[in-house]
């Protein structure tokens, strides 16, 4: 049954594991290696971003954070099956990022919100940029044009997303959020005070030194690397596409009362 109202940690975490969005989750061991992978190889689409330069070149350096960032399986030789991100650690994240949304309303900052996972989270991201609007934050609104090669940049519910054949896309790419920098810079308009995002848009905006945070899934490493060196500020594990958008309401109503915004 679904949690009413706002669940303790504890409840949270239970929700967690039932529902797939940390615990056992879907994607499975070789997924995550074969990533891991990529982004030691130099695979830019991994990057998510970033510019990771030649610090990550070792798969099992990579591993290794996972192991501590997400609490996937630290064993190299455990290569094929199931794989984990530990629910303590997605609750512990939220609990870092509720800090920084905290500061931002304090401080009614200008605050951006993207997702390369609308299927998943583009709710995740609405109720969160409506909770700060409220609390006197300015949501930045995109400039209007922005296109990049994989469609169009546009903005829903207050959400930046990608666009493309009328719908809109799951990317991996930071060059939407290029587009939106870029554009804010040739209007003469401040660049936002914090990102709230996913895959290559909070990757780059972190690496262009805007304040990021994200949420990330077990087998996209690079923002958890961004994490670890100070590139992002918080980052989130969980699997960004589980069976329906509404398991995710338990965390965002957990996250906003922790934040002082419920």
Request: with cysteine; charged share 25%; hydrophobic share 40%.
């Amino acid at each position: 049954m679904p949690i009413s109202g706002t669940p303790s940690r504890a409840q949270l975490v239970d929700h967690l594991v039932r529902t797939r969005i940390a615990g056992d989750v879907a994607t499975p061991r070789e997924n995550n290696l074969s990533h891991y992978r990529q982004l030691a190889n130099g695979v830019r689409n991994y990057w998510l971003g970033l510019e990771l330069g030649d610090r990550w070149t070792d798969e099992q350096d990579v591993l290794a954070v996972m192991a501590e960032r997400v609490g996937v399986n630290d064993d190299p030789e455990h290569r094929y099956g199931q794989d984990t991100i530990d629910p303590e650690l997605t609750v512990d994240a939220l609990d870092r990022m509720a800090a920084r949304l905290r500061k931002a309303a304090e401080g009614r900052q200008r605050v951006l919100f993207a997702t390369g996972h609308p299927g998943g989270l583009l709710d995740v991201h609405r109720a969160t940029a409506a909770a700060l609007r409220a609390a006197g934050c300015e949501i930045v609104v995109i400039p209007d044009g922005l296109q990049t090669d994989e469609g169009y940049v546009m903005q829903f519910a207050d959400v930046a997303v990608l666009e493309h054949g009328a719908t809109l896309w799951h990317t991996h790419s930071g060059e939407p959020m290029r587009a939106i920098l870029t554009g804010l810079d040739r209007e003469g308009r401040p660049l936002p005070d914090l990102v709230v995002a996913d895959h290559g848009w909070a990757g780059y905006a972190g690496q262009h030194g805007v304040d990021s945070v994200g949420y990330a899934d077990c087998n996209d490493p690079a923002l958890f690397l961004a994490e670890s060196e100070g590139t992002v500020q918080v980052v989130v594990p969980l699997d960004d596409h589980v069976v329906s958008p509404r398991h995710y309401d338990p965390l965002t109503a957990y996250l906003l009362a922790e934040a002082g915004l419920a």
